[in-house]
């Protein structure tokens, strides 16, 4: 028996790619380049019909991949990773060159007015 896929489509994968520059979110290196998912695709995520659209994607080295798992505050405050019950377009993505996103099913990434600090 086939073993059901439970990852992004091709096509949401270079939508994402090209969304994120080709390079990882955090440290902006283009080796060793995997697909992370905001929201994990455990504890049955992956039934949720939005955990495989761009918006729960970002483009990470394998680096830091391993990073996101290993430092989760810093993640989720960065929305590199996000909480459930929150939903992944709810939550702005900080990139490597510190500007924050706001991210959309069809992988478009757009700045918000910057709240003040």
């Known amino acids: 028996m086939a073993r059901r896929r439970t990852g992004p ?3 949401v994968k270079a939508l994402v790619h ?3 520059g080709g390079a990882c979110v955090r440290c902006g290196t283009r080796q060793d380049l995997t697909i992370h998912h905001r929201v994990n695709r455990g504890m049955g995520g992956a039934r949720e019909p939005w955990i495989n659209q761009a918006h729960n994607l ?3 080295c394998t680096t830091c991949n391993g990073w996101f798992e290993d430092n989760p505050r810093e ?3 960065a929305g590199w990773k996000v909480r459930r019950p929150q939903l992944p377009g709810e939550v702005l993505v900080r990139y490597a060159d510190g500007s924050e996103y706001e ?3 069809d992988g478009v990434r757009s700045t918000t007015v910057a709240a003040a600090r």
């Open 18 to 20: 090209d969304r994120d």
């Open 58 to 60: 970002l483009t990470a």
């Open 103 to 105: 991210l959309t099913p």
């Open 9 to 11: 489509t091709e096509v």
């Open 75 to 77: 993640s989720y405050e």
